[in-house]
């Protein structure tokens, strides 16, 4: 008999943890969301407009100097920063997720943070994603779609990683001093395509560029308080004619913009597009229709409320029944391993950097290398934590992770994971993660194991585990 | 997902008997491989095979085209196009014909998603929304339905181009599958009654079979992917087929650095394509696509935007190389595609196409209605 404690955990939170009690069902998931801290304490540091005042003043410093090895020794050290901080602000991310006994919040982060993705692969962006996930994501998962979409747009994040900041609107103040700089489409096209409507949500090329006008305005400015600032000069003026509606028309400014975004929260595709992610994402690679109809109906009728999207995901008949038949993303599948195995942050200590020897070697000075086990595991799994290739995330469908080049990944992860954290008994380490899904076949296969440590690794590396 | 047997009844009697029966296909084809590379991101095919024998270039470009590379200028190539110097790595290929160009091609999609765009190419019917998988894959079961190892997928992720109802094998410069015999049983046993898992398991066993024990350093690099692709394809008993994927080439800024390393990455893996193949190069074609091309200006942070038509790659020991095929539309306002990109004048789909039917004897009609359904023929552009 499966034990709805054991959907909850699994499907809904990133499994069960030794020593752990989770929400028994969907009303204790929803209570819980409200119980769950939204800033975690180990994330309270990580701010953007620090992380943007350094890199200015790096820069700077960068600029002041005279020789070519100056200047080159400064920037090991700017990009040791940013990387630096990157490991240390994925290192905490993953570590938090591993310890919290609030799933289905940390889960929903880390949704519509692959919703909203801003990538390391960025360079500039690498010091961003951690404080760009605490700063824009966090605050709203229980708020408005709206206000997590206006958070997400001004955030110096994305308007890095998006090239908004070398935006500019061809008719502003500023072009007629800079001939070399111009408008740039990246940050309208993906909000369009990725964000709000959706690829096939009805907007045009047209519709792409008036965004952008729209949006020229928005910058990063080192001496703002948040980092973002909206700076006249930039923006450019006159109407903007964005899917038949009309905005601004004089000089350009920032409450044109959000009009904008309120409309396309609001729009119709929208909801559309945000119900398919949310059902795929949960409950299977092609949802049932009226699940998908049911989220698309209530974010229509409640303004984008998360809450009330949330409420109807749990509480539909299909969630609860249709276990298995996703598969878990490296992500989750690391995190639900350290969890099943009760790991603890100090023994998943990312390694103290070497900074003489970087210099010597003409490396980036790094404070600390990610654990292997940790945040190091996910780039040999493929999915390099805050690091996706594109805009557009990391997919969902268990295609994308499950083959030959996949599957050696995660059982060589499971064998290093069996071995550091060894436990005593292999059958009952089975029953507490799998709780009622354990089966006759999976308990024969772990009896007949040469070893602990295959026995434990073979649990994680089953479908039973890698899937929710 | 579809079923084999679903799919290989949909796709007609006619096909089942298609191109040469089995004894002139063993004969004349055995040897023949193809390896497909696909270029993510909407490569600039106007920078890397520049027009400037077109006066609007300079117009269009005034800086990007004058210094293509930092302070390098473009190399010449033919009496109308240069090459990009970032590609001069493969001069030599080009000038021993083994490698050549076709201008203003493109998918028939028009949309210039990234997402969208790639799935067109891949799915080889132009249109994004389509469920029948890769075009490579409904090559590889028009070809050798039985057989898991006639292709390869090279790299950490499956390639779209070879997702589908037929097995292909799949291996990354980075992988490898450490565990006993009895381990293997106990795990064929966890997997038992879980296609999708199984299949994976049974392809990593195969590819750790035939790839050994090697770990790269940087299993996403093009010399990486290339050399793993030559081990698959090698063998007398090898794969015939391989694909894999290059990224890095969207660039909406600062074109000038940006584009220096895929363009290395990608004229690395062509030469080590070449060099590791040894004797199999001179029954080789290499095809490197990309979903869409650039647009024709350049923008306000000395990048490209997404455009329309692109350049096709063309290589391999049994090419025709060493020019630049296709026909030229011009860059004049008019001539451009909603004035903006660079109009295509061809279908990249047809291109691969012809190889395929010249190298591994299909028929017009598994081409034209199985493998890229929809697709008109034409004249042969005479790739091989």
């Known amino acids: 008999m499966i034990d709805k404690y054991d959907i909850a955990a699994i499907r809904f939170g990133y499994g069960h ?5 989770t929400p028994r ?7 819980d969301l409200e119980a769950a801290p939204q800033i975690p304490k180990a994330l309270t540091g990580l701010r953007s407009a620090e992380r943007v005042a350094r890199f200015h003043a790096f820069n700077q410093e960068r600029a002041a100097q005279t020789s070519v090895a100056e200047r080159r020794k400064v920037g090991q050290r700017l990009h040791g920063d940013l990387y630096s901080h990157y490991h240390e602000d994925t290192h905490k991310r993953l570590m938090v997720a591993v310890t919290s006994p609030h799933g289905f919040f940390e889960r929903l982060v880390a949704f519509w943070s692959n919703h909203f993705t801003v990538s390391a692969s960025r360079l500039q962006a690498a010091a961003l994603v951690g404080p760009f996930e605490v700063e824009a994501i966090r605050p709203h998962i229980l708020g408005r779609f709206r206000d997590m979409l206006s958070a997400v747009v001004r955030h110096p994040a994305m308007l890095i990683y998006l090239d908004q900041t070398s935006s500019i609107g061809p008719n502003s103040e500023l072009a007629h001093s800079r001939p070399d700089l111009g408008l740039n489409e990246n940050l309208a096209r993906e909000i369009l395509e990725l964000h709000t409507l959706g690829v096939n949500g009805g907007y045009t090329q047209t519709d792409v560029t008036q965004f952008a006008r729209l949006l020229t305005g928005f910058s990063v400015e ?16 006159g109407e903007k004619h964005l899917l038949g509606k009309v905005y601004g028309g004089g000089i350009g400014q920032e409450k044109e913009v959000q009009q904008a975004l309120d409309d396309l929260a609001a729009h119709p595709s929208t909801a559309r597009f945000i119900a398919n992610k949310l059902a795929r994402h949960f409950v299977a690679d092609h949802p049932p229709r009226d699940l998908i109809k049911a989220l698309e109906t209530v974010f229509l009728e409640n303004g984008g409320d998360l809450p009330s999207l949330y409420r109807v995901l749990v509480e539909h008949r299909e969630s609860w029944n249709l276990f298995g038949r996703k598969v878990k993303t490296p992500f989750d599948f690391v995190v639900s391993g350290l969890r099943a195995v009760g790991a ?15 210099m010597q070697m003409n490396r980036n000075v790094m404070r600390s290398r990610p654990n292997k086990l940790a945040v190091g595991s996910l780039t040999v799994l493929n999915q390099p934590i805050k690091k996706a290739p594109g805009p557009d995330g990391w997919p969902d469908e268990a295609e994308s992770w499950i083959h030959p080049q996949g599957i050696s990944g995660r059982l060589e992860w499971a064998l290093a994971v069996a071995r550091k954290f060894p436990q005593a008994d292999p059958v009952e380490f089975l029953r507490n993660t799998l709780g009622s899904f354990t089966n006759e076949r999976i308990m024969r296969v772990i009896e007949g194991a040469e070893s602990r440590e295959e026995a434990v690794a073979l649990v994680l590396a089953s479908p039973e585990f890698n899937r929710r | 997902m579809v079923s084999r047997r679903q799919f290989l009844a949909g796709l007609g009697a006619a096909s089942v008997a298609v191109g040469l029966p089995a004894g002139a296909l063993a004969a004349r084809s055995r040897d023949n491989r193809l390896v497909v590379i696909i270029l993510r991101g909407g490569m600039d095919g106007l920078d890397m095979v520049a027009p400037v024998g077109d006066s609007q270039l300079l117009t269009l470009r005034p800086r990007l085209a004058r210094t293509p590379n930092e302070a390098a200028g473009y190399l010449p190539l033919t009496d109308f196009f240069g090459l990009h110097p970032a590609m001069e790595r493969v001069a030599p290929m080009i000038k021993q014909g083994e490698l050549g160009f076709v201008h203003a091609v493109a998918t028939p999609y ?12 891949e799915n080889g019917t132009g249109n994004p929304v389509s469920s029948r998988g890769g075009w490579l894959n409904r090559m590889v079961t028009v070809l050798a339905p039985d057989s898991e190892t006639f292709a390869a997928n090279v790299g950490r992720t499956t390639l779209p181009i070879l997702s589908g109802p037929t097995r292909v094998a799949g291996w990354s410069p980075d992988s490898h599958l450490a565990i006993s015999e009895s381990g293997t049983d106990r795990l064929r046993r966890l997997y038992a009654g ?31 992917l290339a050399r793993m692709t030559a081990r698959f394809l090698k063998p007398a008993d090898g794969a015939r087929i391989a694909a894999f994927s290059l990224g890095g080439w969207d660039t909406h800024g600062q074109q000038t650095t940006a584009l220096r390393r895929p363009m290395w990455g990608l004229a690395e893996a062509l030469t080590v394509l070449r060099d590791e193949l040894g004797d199999a190069w001179r029954h080789t074609v290499v095809l490197a696509m990309t979903e869409f091309g650039r647009t024709a200006a350049e923008n306000g942070t000395l990048g490209t935007d997404h ?6 790659i063309y290589a391999g020991g049994a090419v025709n190389g060493g020019r630049v095929l296709g026909r030229w539309p011009g860059l004049t306002p008019d001539r451009l595609y909603k004035e903006r990109d660079l109009m295509p004048t061809d279908d990249t789909r047809r291109l691969a196409a012809w190889v395929l039917k010249a190298r591994f004897g299909l028929s017009e009609s598994a081409l034209s209605r199985d493998i890229f359904p929809g697709l008109a023929l034409g004249a042969d552009p005479k790739l091989v």
């Not at chain 1, 973002?228 to 930039?234: C, G, Y």
């Open chain 1, 17 to 21: 943890r030794p020593g752990q009690s």
């Open chain 1, 25 to 31: 069902d969907g009303r204790g998931l929803l209570d």
């Open chain 1, 222 to 237: 080192p001496v703002a308080v948040e980092g973002f600032l909206f700076q006249h000069d930039r923006a450019e003026p």
């Open chain 1, 344 to 358: 603890r942050a100090k023994q998943l200590a990312p390694q103290p950097g070497d900074p003489k020897k970087d």
């Open chain 2, 110 to 121: 028009r949309s210039r998603s990234h997402f969208d765009g790639q799935d067109a190419l």
């Open chain 2, 194 to 224: 879980d296609p999708l898992f199984e299949k994976a398991l049974e392809g990593a066993l195969k590819a750790q079979q035939i790839m050994g024990d090697e770990n790269e350093r940087n299993p996403a690099n093009g010399a990486s």
């Open chain 2, 307 to 312: 455009g329309t038509g692109s350049v096709l």
